[in-house]
Each structure stands twice: as C-alpha cells, then as structure tokens.
C-alpha cells in the first residue's frame, strides 16, 4: 500500500531518521514506538504528505487514498455534526445530484431524439455506479459512527463549532471512519477518548478493511491491535514484528546481543593492533603486519551501542499521617442552571484507598474532583474532610496558572517542600525535561510542556490525598511507567481520572464510575473487573442469553438447561452447531496452540543458552564461534518472531470461538 525508500528527515543539525525503508502492506496495523520529540509524528506527517522529507520518498499505487488524524489543530465550524460527517460521502452524494441533475434535463428532450437515448445511457451507468456505494447503508453508518464515538441523536443537528477541541478530534476521526481509506494514519487517536469509547474504537479499528499506522502511548490499544512495530531512537528506526510488548522484550535482547557483538569485536581489534604495533618495526614480521594492517582496514566495524536513556525513579514526600477516613459526601446535590449533576450522591474514601474515576466526557468528573477536594461547595450535602487531611490536585487548567517568567526550575523548587527540592531536577527528568530544558521560560513552552510542569509541582509537594485529573495525556510510556510505580508505593489515599486502562489497572482497587443522567456507581475491582462487570450488568438488562449455558450443554452433553425465548427444537439445532464448530474448528486449532507453546519454549530456552555462550570468554576470544553463535541467535529470534505472531493469532481466533461458545478459558 504504501513504500517508505531510503528516507532522511533532519531539522537544521538534528537528523531524526536516516535511510529509513519500510513498505505498507494491505491491512497491517503498524505501530510507531520511541519517546516524545523521536520522529514518529514527522514520520507520519510525510506519509500523510505534509511535510517533504529531506531525501528519499514515499510512494503508493495509484488511487490510494491515506487518511490522517493529526493530535491537535482541528476545528470545524458552520456546518452541523451531520453535514460534516456526510461530506465523508462527498462522490457518492455528488454522482446523486448528477443522475437528479440529468434526469431533470431528460425530461426536456424528445424522448424519439439521439440526445435522449445518449443521455438516458449515462444516467444508466451513473446509477450503476451509484449503487455499488451503498447509498441506502450511509444514514445507518453514519449514525452507527458517531454514536459510536459518544455522540448522541441531538448532537446531530448542533453546529460544529459548539463541539469543545476533544469532541472537534471525534468529528474528524467519524468523517476518516466513514471515508474509510486505504491507509489510515492515526496520531494519538484515544487522547480525548473516554474508557468505553475507547474500547468501541479498538474493536472497529481490529475489524477495519485497510492498513493502520498508529501512535499511541495507551499500550492496551498497541497490544491489542498491532502486529508490527517500528521504533524511533538516536536516529535510527528499528523494526519489531510483534506489538509493543514484543517490541519491549525484543529490543533488550537485541540490545544485549549489539553490545556482546561490538565488545568481541573491539577485543579482536585491539589484538590485531597489539600485534601490528608490537612487530611494526621488525623487518622479518614485515608481511605478516602488512596483511594484519590490510585485514584491519577490511574490517567493518560495529558501530558502538548507544547509551539507554536512564529509567529514573522517583518516591513522593512522606506524606504526613491522617485519619483512616479521608473524605465524606453526604446528600450532596450540584446543578448548573437546568443541568443536574447530583442529587442526594454519598460517598467516602478511606486511608490508602485508590479510586479510578471514569466516565463519558460531561457526566460530571472534574465537578466530582472539586466537590471532594472542596474546592467547589455543593448546593445541598454536607462535605467532611477526615483528621490532618492534606490535599494535592492536578488539573489540566493548572498549567495555565504557571508564571511565564520563571524557569521550569525555579517554578519548580517553589513549589517544592524543603524535603522534596533536593529531588526537583530528578523528577523533572522523569517528566522529559533534561539538561537546558529545565532553564527554559515557562512562557515558551507548549501547552503538554507546561501541564507536564504543573503535574511535577505537585508531585513534590507534601500530600495524603492526591487528585490527578488525565495526568497521563501528555507523557510518554517511561515517564508514565515512573509515575505509576510512584503511584503504586505511595501510602496515601489517590484518586485518579483517567482513560488510560494499563496505567490504572495496576494501580487502583476500586473504580467510580460516572454516566449522565444517573447516580455515580462505585465497583469494588479495577479497570479490567470494572468492565467485567458492568458488561455483565448491561447483557442482564438486556435479556440477553447466556451463552455458557449454551456451551456447557454443547461440550458436557448433560444438564441441558432451555435458553428462554428458544424452543426445544432450535435449542437442538444451536447445540448441534456449536459441537460442530468445537470438534471441527476449535479442537485443531487448540492442538495447534498447545504444540506452538511447546516450541516457542523450546526455542526460548535454546536462545537463553546461546545468549550466555556469547558472554563466555570461549566464544568471546574466538571470532569463527562468536559468528557462529551470533548467527545461530538471530536465526531462533526470526524464528520466535514468526511464532510469537501465529501465537497471537492463534489466541485471538482460540478466545473468539469459545466467546461464541460460552467456553470459559
């Protein structure tokens, strides 16, 4: 689909990537990995044609269309939500106003005429044409995407410009959806994307007909949908054929081979040197150091691994001790004009509590946050704090209150406690801002700059109960990683918004979650039991028939219970079917999981014992063994490539198929 030859990117002295070659094939999803300012947008942007690359290019067959969704910078006004998500269907609505156009003209003329007959044949074929778009399907798909996307039945006729930046981004991913082109260039698509909104775009985009380049920094969505994985560092791109978690584990193994390959090899060159230094000047070693020196200069080096980033740590301030209970919302009741937010709403969190807050955007999350921090004071309730409680809140809107005139560092050290300031410079490189980048005017930032400023600052000041709102939208995985490890040891009480399912779901034990129109509904679980369980919820409201039933009865043959609304006869027939699928579709497929388990433990352990080999001074001191050992682990990770990605197919059909069964796994 699309070819990537030879690429160079730089940016006056800074080279973001160089001799970059991939090509696009039909319906890959590719993710693009490597920390903020890599490349990966401005890789993107060229595919998108955008941005001219330096040297190389990008090419596709002819009649490809590529479609992009850029993070920010889009904004639609005077038309409604409807006409702008239609005009995705810009030649379909065009060939109907042609045929209406001409059959309007055909009326005019003598139907006994040539220029009726010819003018009758071109709206034949223009009707032909039109009926291989499927006008009838465009309402249903329409509506389909953008309730899809959180939006409702009146939102249609309001005019886009009444839509805030976050909803702007769903309109323009509704009208990419509906174009659906043949490559799909997504930056950053569930930034502004509640949790299940975000699960309805994943199961669209694994069932999407084109290919997908994606960047993204929720890894659940990277793991979900990708199956190869290009990453940007020091100005190189490396390719991964896995998804990011592959990539993860992958890219330390080739590290570690890199770096045993270039110390060998530095060893046999210092021997070599020793040798031609120590016998240069001896005239019957003469043509022994003339072929040594020959030999050195054919060498082609190993270029000398770069240094990682370092993973920097950081452990909040002890926070100072408080009471078992936090804070208590009793009968609170908030409503702006004839907007009822809450009516009669209790709530308590507790000592070492960590709630996750989720919910569509506007069912009343941020108000929730300044309600309990007491910030805002409910129209009726009473809110109580618990003993020598000591809040923190991050806002987005905070970073908005930052002077323009001081640094990062000294905006930070004013904010921090006298026991915290000593780790200010290391909790600023945690959050990307290294080296002269902590010197820096708040004034001159960007908007994800300064909120990254704004969430240190609060980070290092002395709290028991921390309130962060989306404090994850504009970090990358390491700095996420840091901050959720910081999360997970804190001993105070947390309360987290955020649509970030794998930051959250190791980190919280409870979830709050907010829809409008009805009570906030609190459920004992994380992230992962949370949609459990509210799916479980909405199937029960539903009626829908359990499935399980169905496959207990189809794999035991015994207890066969009636599925209500099935007669006894159908009933017979599902059962029948479903021990059809099992035994002719499921069984082998099963078998084949279990062998590829087997040899993708074997080959694992056989690279583990290779990997050593090649630390061993036995192979190190012997360049023939070392090549011999360095080919043999390149040729079991291809191979683990290979397998990891059937494995995963293999799981997705494995798990689809005892869903559709009612097999618990």
Known sequence: MISVQSLRVEFGARVLFNDLSFSVQPRERIAFAGHNGAGKSTLMKCAAGIIKPTAGQISAPRGTRVGYLPQEGIHVKGRTLWQETESAFGETMALAEKIDRLSHELTKLDPRSSPYGDLLEEIGELELLLDSTDPARMKPKIESVLKGLGFQTKDFTRDCSE??????????????????????????????????????????????????????????????????????SHGRAEEYAGNFSYFERESVLRKEIRLKQYTAQQREIAETQRFIDRFRASANKATLVQSRIKLLAKVE????????????????????????????????????????????????????EKFAIVGPNGAGKSTFCRLITGQEAPDDGIHNFGHKVATSFFSQNHADELDPNLTVLETVEAAASRESAPQARNVLGCFLFRGDDVFKKIGVLSGGERSRVALVCMLLRPANFLILDEPTNHLDMQSQDVLQRALIDYPGSVMIVSHNRDFLDALVTKTLEFQPGRPPIQYAGNITYYLEKSAEDEAAKKGAPKLATLGTAASTNSSRQSVPGVNRKEQRRIEAEQREIRSKVLKPLEIEFAALEIKIAELEGAQVTLTQQLSSEEVGNNSGKLREVTNAVEKISRSLEISYSRWGALSEEIERLRAKLGIEA
């Open 301 to 352: 080096r190993i270029p000398a691994p770069e240094q990682d980033d370092a993973v920097m740590n950081f452990k909040f301030p002890s926070p100072p001790n408080s009471g078992h209970m936090v804070a208590k919302l009793e009968g609170i009741s908030k409503s702006y004009g004839q907007l009822n937010i809450f009516n009669g709403f209790d709530f308590e969190i507790n000592k070492g």
């Open 163 to 232: 839509f805030s930046g976050g909803w702007q981004m769903r309109i323009a991913m509704a009208k990419l959806f509906l174009q659906e082109p043949e490559v799909l260039l997504l930056d950053e698509p569930t930034n502004h994307l509640d949790i299940g909104t975000q699960i309805w775009v994943e199961q669209y985009l694994v069932n999407y007909p084109g290919a997908i380049l994606l960047i993204s920094h929720d890894r659940a969505l990277l793991d979900t949908l990708c199956t190869r994985t290009i990453a940007f």
